[in-house]
């Protein structure tokens, strides 16, 4: 079990990171190895709890086991959407319980095999999230995913980890998805996707998005993807 020193650590981040307006930087990776962004130390899997909030659940021992960080997101967050947003509260073996928005969020089986985020207070009643398994990329916070406004009224969404570099596209205006998924397997839109878009380099360490939206002549852009959290 960690030890008090760390716990005490762990909020003493959270705090900083909280004046400075945001979290998911200025933090080592939780493998043996240093990750490749420093947000992975606060990636996971990122699930909607409701009011305008998501829990990104994880479950890395060297990073001091369950942990589910309480973000707010916009109305429109689907899954697969960027959550690197503002820290509501941050739930562990010892701080366990938080109240945020009219719900309660509390991380059960903190020692045991199969530990969960149960949120109750809602209209809808209370609902149970599992925490990744022990060991997977999204316990370890190996998806890293960011969002970019590539013109034209659209935000590209583009994710990277293990499997390597996803991207799909959204209005900006009410997050109703657009064109296509971009993956390794298929790194380009089809003509009939309104929009150009391919990924450069696929399978390489350092890909791109290119897009051009505007038509006419307008030059293409290029968007790095973000570096994936875990090193093999």
Known sequence: MPTALAHHRRRSLLAASLLLGTLG?????ATSTPAANPDARYAGRAVAVGQDM???????????????????VSPRWRPGDAYMYRVLASLDRVHATAKERGLTLTLTGTDGSAPALRVTGARSGARTFPLPETGT???????????????AGTVAVLSNGPDGPVAFFKNAG????????????????PESAGFEARIIDPDGTSPKLRTTTEGGGHPADTTAFPAPGCVK
């Open 25 to 29: 930087v200025g933090a080592t990776g």
């Open 137 to 151: 990329p999204d316990a370890r916070g190996c998806t890293i995913t960011e969002e970019h406004d590539i013109g």
């Open 54 to 72: 998501v829990a990104v659940l994880r479950d890395d021992p060297r990073a001091g086991g369950p942990e589910a960080w309480i973000r707010a």
């Open 174 to 189: 009410d997050g109703t998805r657009v064109g296509g998924t971009l993956d390794r397997a298929h790194p380009a839109l």
